[in-house]
């Protein structure tokens, strides 16, 4: 089996997710295209040697409808020849993409390909792709819908996180974050986003709230609290934990996410392709798995895909350097390293999406980028990353350097 | 042509006049013979050039009842008949033959012709879908009319079009609600939901009607149209995906997902809301069919319409004795139990004689009835007449010379035996000789409280469930020595007051009260195992029961629990096995001081309306294990398990006789798993042999009160039901020969 390397990684910085963000003028297809165009010219990339550009996208409607990742092509002036695919896991997409194309890799099947992902949550709308997950009873019953903010109250009522807890990881998240960008670690992968004429829009993540404390977060109002008791979701959360009495609603916009514009890219291939294209491999992606979970919890797959993963890698997690694990809400890694009783000084070393925010269908490229990053600039070996997904999925990947 | 049910007779401007008027019936109802007539009139109308417009009205009181669900059942007969042999064949025929209104409805709502719909009175099920499909309808003005899609409540749903004409008529949250909850609408809330388009005082009715299609009524209903648009929008759109995802939460929260009939309430609007409305109806009665298969409709559709029908036409009444016609009862006791009976008595139109101690404990008993009507009033469920002509018919006093012309006296005082005795004996030194006594005991066995008096063949038990006003059960409680005219009176009198008998012989505890201790008692058990206290909570009610058993508990208070253990205990002297249910109520009661509700603590602590679960149960239980150590459907199942044992104990030592008053009974007086069909409709739905090895697997696993009794150790030998062998018709046959 061919060796799947990496080769180099680029994103965009993350713009606030709103009508009044800097990435709100710039389309979809444009911020895809421009990380891919990046990609193209800082590897003098012949792009008719590239097999395929996979995208992932989570609300693929719109402007990022059909097919993204073949428009990207386009807009990027990619070789006709380069043909594209957009794929959804919902949150894990971008990091699915980079296994995809791997996978196209390591079967022999391709030899150069570009993975990552692409999301105007700000232009098209979390949510705006629809599904029948939420609605169709026939669905929405057996895997226990409920909005995502209050599954992550349901897995701190359950495994005992306070209020406390989880505004401390968001501060200490925001504080990992400013500190990562004030001593440049982002600087080897972040590509400013500009116009036509070569004005810069935007080249630092702006979501960012380093002087975030205790004290401000204390301030938010709980965000699910409403919506859990209107909507019936408690009751929903409760039938499926019935050892719980009532639900502790302890996430806000504070030690959430947050909600951004944003792209990614990664250079994947076999060795004979880099040697041909004068690329040095950076890292190997050793191994990847993906996992249904128990739907009510939703975002505790990364727990169940890890043990996975890392028995059908015959690993143990002595053998992982650093974790990354997306911070779709706080309690999602509080449990992740609870579950696997890890030393908070290897996960998320650089702060995570609640400090940076989460462009859903890009997230899973762009921390996988980081990681290699700081496995680099802390001369370490081996780094498992891994995303919560909508309904109840994980994914992760094991990625070491060569 | 002439037609069975209906005549129809066309005025000089060429409208159609329908009158649906059953012969010896009461109510219409939609039965074979009405579908019939109804696909005639419908072509009649269509194709009869003179005719311009119908009115569909009633020739009786009410509009109709709905549809006669003997018919499904002998639908339902025929396909598990064939389904053996052809399962696709069977599916169809219960497909085809379960949608054949939907078909004549909906050949009516595109015939081309108006129809409108007179609905003067009680508008049911069926009926209520044929107004639907109906142009136009028009509704008395008053409180006459009553529209109500109640299928869901016998664990069917409205399948003759109701989901979706509703859901294309009234706004989304509404809609789901109505159809969901089979709630009654009046006119007027009809009106508001867009559901009847004018209202008219009732004499005008028809001629309403007839103006209405004058005016012009559109013979195309609107989503026949092009550029149809849902009152809320699409399901897929921003609105859609404001209501669905809590849409199907609330189900949830509502039903825990027990119900088959809402489960398919729900789908069938999800789906045919996407589809134009021949498509829908198809969808519709896809889910209607299947959902008809369902054990829990089966069991919902025998014990909560038929079993229920049949007890309160009397089923269990003497046949030789005469209807007792009873103009004025007393009441002694006016505390919460005694004025809430003096409240559904007078509201009968009975007069009450309420008696306690003083006046002025009379009079505060006869405030409660105050404050109900005043109530009803307010809500517009009663008239100021009403309520003047009910408080009228209540006479408190202390003087018990005024029980002298009293058809039957019903004893509601404190729970002791002594009190109960003077009140006895004061009571028959005044009453007229054929008088009646009854005690509203609880607790106490009806033969030992009857020897307080001088006619023990005229003295019987009526026991009333708290709140008298909202539970429609009473359990009458045959003492050994009590007579037929006795057990008459009593069904009479409950007759009269629109509640739901069931007959049991005299044992303490009777049937329900005894039952639902098990419920409790299984819930202090788990508490003993290491369960967690909100899981045992959740358990209780997710397996369908209204409410957790430690809250329960806690309702029916503690110290009176420890009571009944420490008396069984000093009963039974050195045969009881004291369990750690001792301990555990001991330890809240004796030593903590937990009575329950009454003191603010107890498994909960209360804040006014507020409940939270006692942090300090560990503390009594031990440290709880974690959750993963226990299958939820298996403390389910203790749950329902145990209370259909015991009701299994109740029938084997005669003090239950009849399978239609366990499972009534369960159902109405203790909320038991409505979905089962009541607790002897869950051991047949589940099997004796089936239900007894369940017994036994608990009985290794969790302790001997799960052991099995002979009777059923019996039946489960060949898998015998207890609706095979105590089959109410032969139960009805030996009675009368013996």
């Known amino acids: ?402 | 042509m002439t037609y069975k049910n209906f005549t129809l007779d066309v005025d000089a401007d060429g409208i159609a006049h329908i009158v649906w008027d059953m012969a010896g019936k009461s109510m219409n109802v939609i039965d074979i013979t009405v579908m019939d007539d109804l696909d005639a009139i419908v072509d009649r109308v269509a194709e009869d050039e003179a005719i311009t417009g119908a009115v569909i009205a009633s020739g009786k009181p009410t509009f109709s009842g709905g549809a006669d669900l003997t018919m499904l059942e002998g639908l339902l007969r025929e396909f598990h008949g064939q389904r053996s042999k052809d399962p696709e064949g069977a599916a169809k025929l219960l497909f085809d033959g379960s949608r054949r209104l939907t078909l004549i409805f909906r050949k009516l709502e595109t015939c081309g012709k108006p129809f409108v719909a007179a609905i003067n009175g009680t508008c049911m099920g069926g009926a209520t879908e044929l107004a639907l499909a109906c142009h136009a309808r028009v509704a008395a003005e008053g409180d006459a009319v009553k529209m109500a899609l109640p299928e869901i409540k016998v664990g069917l749903f409205p399948g003759a079009g109701g989901t979706q004409r509703v859901m294309r008529m009234a706004e989304a949250q509404p809609g789901l609600q109505f159809l969901l909850q089979g709630r009654t609408l009046s006119a007027d809330k009809a009106k508001a939901m867009k559901l009847v388009d004018e209202i008219a005082p009732a004499k005008k009715l028809v001629a309403t009607a007839v103006r209405m299609l004058k005016d012009g009524v559109d013979p195309v209903k609107p989503w026949d149209k092009k550029g149809f648009k849902l009152p809320n929008g699409p399901i897929y759109s921003p609105a859609g995906f404001q209501f669905w995802p809590a849409a199907n939460a609330i189900y949830r929260r509502e039903t825990h997902d027990n119900y088959p009939g809402a489960r398919g309430i729900l789908q069938s609007v999800y789906e045919g809301l996407q589809l134009p409305m021949d498509q829908a109806l198809t969808v519709e009665s896809r889910y209607f069919a299947h959902v008809l298969q369902s054990p829990e409709a089966a069991a919902m559709i025998r014990s909560l319409f038929v079993s229920m029908q049949e007890l309160n036409k009397g089923a269990r009444r003497p046949e030789d004795i005469k209807p007792n016609k009873i103009r004025k009862i007393g009441i002694l006791g006016a505390g919460f139990m005694g004025a809430g009976i003096a409240y559904v008595t007078a509201k009968a139109g009975i007069d009450v004689v309420l008696i306690d101690r003083d006046q002025e404990a009379a009079d505060k008993g006869k405030a409660h009835s105050d404050q109900l009507v005043s109530k009803a009033v307010q809500r517009g469920r009663a008239t100021a007449e009403d309520k003047e002509q009910l408080l009228a018919r209540i006479t408190p006093t202390a003087d018990y010379d005024l029980l002298a012309d009293c058809d039957l006296v019903i004893e509601a005082v404190f729970e002791d035996r002594e009190i109960k005795r003077v009140v006895t004996e004061k009571a028959e030194a005044v009453l007229k000789p054929r008088a009646i006594y009854a005690s509203n005991t609880s607790t106490l066995p009806i033969s030992s409280l009857a020897e307080a008096s001088k006619r023990p063949k005229n003295f019987i038990g009526i026991h009333f469930f708290s709140p008298v006003d909202k539970m429609m059960l009473v359990e009458v409680i045959m003492g050994k020595k009590t007579g037929d005219k006795a057990l008459a009176m009593a069904l009479d009198y409950i007759k009269a007051i629109k509640k739901t008998p069931i007959v049991v012989n005299d044992s303490r505890g009777f049937y329900t009260s005894r039952v639902v201790m098990t419920y409790i008692r299984e819930g202090l058990m788990m508490l003993a195992d290491g369960v967690p206290a909100a899981m045992i909570e959740n358990c209780g009610r997710m397996a369908g029961m209204p409410v957790g058993p430690l809250s329960l508990g806690d309702e029916v208070a503690l110290d009176l629990a420890w009571k009944i253990v420490s008396a069984t205990r000093k009963d039974l002297g050195v045969k009881y096995v004291e369990g750690p249910l001792d301990n555990i109520l001991e330890e809240m009661v004796v030593k903590r001081e937990r009575f329950g509700r009454k003191n603010g603590k107890g498994f909960y602590d209360y804040d006014g309306r507020d409940k939270s679960l006692w942090p300090g149960i560990p503390e009594v239980t031990g440290k709880p294990k974690p959750a993963s150590a226990f299958s939820v459907e298996e403390l389910k199942q203790r749950f329902l398990v145990m209370q259909a044992l015991e009701t299994a104990r109740i029938f084997e030592e005669k003090c239950l006789t009849d399978v239609r008053e366990a499972d009534v009974g369960s159902i109405l007086g203790f909320g038991f798993a409505p979905f089962t069909g009541g607790t002897i409709s869950y051991i047949d739905g589940m099997g004796t042999a089936a239900f007894t090895e369940l017994c036994r697997k608990f009985t290794k696993k969790w302790g001997p009160r799960f052991k099995p009794n002979k009777l059923l150790r019996d039946m489960a030998k060949t898998d015998e039901r207890f609706y095979t062998r105590f089959a109410p018709e032969k139960n009805a046959e030996e009675q009368k020969a013996a």
């Open chain 1, 1 to 402: 089996m061919a060796d799947a390397l990496i080769f180099d990684h680029v994103r965009t910085p993350r713009g606030r997710g709103k009508k009044d963000g800097s990435l709100h003028e710039v389309p979809a297809v444009r911020l895809a295209a421009g990380v891919l165009e990046e990609i193209r010219d800082r590897n003098t990339l012949d792009t008719a040697q590239v097999d395929d550009v996979v995208l992932g996208c989570v609300d693929p409607i719109g402007e990022a409808g059909g097919d993204v990742a073949r428009a990207a092509v386009f807009a990027a002036g990619y070789d006709q020849s380069v043909p594209g695919i957009q794929i959804n896991r919902f949150c894990a997409s971008g990091l699915d993409a980079v296994n995809f194309g791997a996978a196209q890799v390591m079967s022999g099947q391709h030899d150069l390909v570009v993975a990552g992902g692409v999301e105007s949550m700000s232009r098209i709308g979390i949510g705006a792709s629809g599904g029948a997950w939420p609605v169709d009873p026939q669905v929405a019953l057996p895997s226990y819908f409920m909005p995502q903010g209050v599954s992550a109250d349901l897995i701190a009522t359950k495994y005992g996180f306070t209020r406390d807890d989880v505004d401390a990881y968001a501060a200490e998240s925001q504080r990992r974050a400013a500190h990562a960008w004030d001593q440049g670690y982002f600087s080897r992968s972040v590509t400013p986003v500009k116009d036509i004429n070569g004005l810069t829009i935007l080249d630092r993540d702006e979501h960012m709230r380093p002087e975030t404390d205790m004290q401000s977060l204390a301030s938010l109002n709980a965000s699910f609290e409403m919506m859990g008791a209107m909507g019936g979701f408690d009751a929903v959360a409760i039938q499926a934990h019935p050892e719980l009495e009532k639900l502790r609603h302890v996430h806000h916009a504070g030690n959430s996410s947050g909600i951004v514009d944003g792209a990614s890219a990664i250079l994947i291939g076999n060795r004979r392709a880099g040697r041909k294209a004068g690329l040095t491999p950076r890292a190997r992606i050793k191994a990847f798995a993906n996992i249904g979970s128990e739907p009510a919890l939703m975002l505790t797959g990364p727990v169940d895909v890890t043990e996975k993963l890392l028995a059908s890698a015959k690993m143990s997690l002595s053998d992982i350097d650093l974790f990354e694990i997306n911070e779709a809400f706080a309690s999602v890694v509080l449990r992740y390293r609870q579950a696997f009783d890890l030393d908070a000084d290897i996960v998320n070393v650089n702060g995570g999406a609640i400090a940076l925010g989460h462009p859903l269908g890009a997230t899973g490229a762009m921390i996988l980028g980081t990681v290699l990053d700081e496995l680099e600039r802390r001369d370490l070996n081996t780094a498992l990353v891994t995303l919560c997904i909508g309904a109840g999925m994980g994914t992760a990947t094991i990625i070491e350097r060569v």
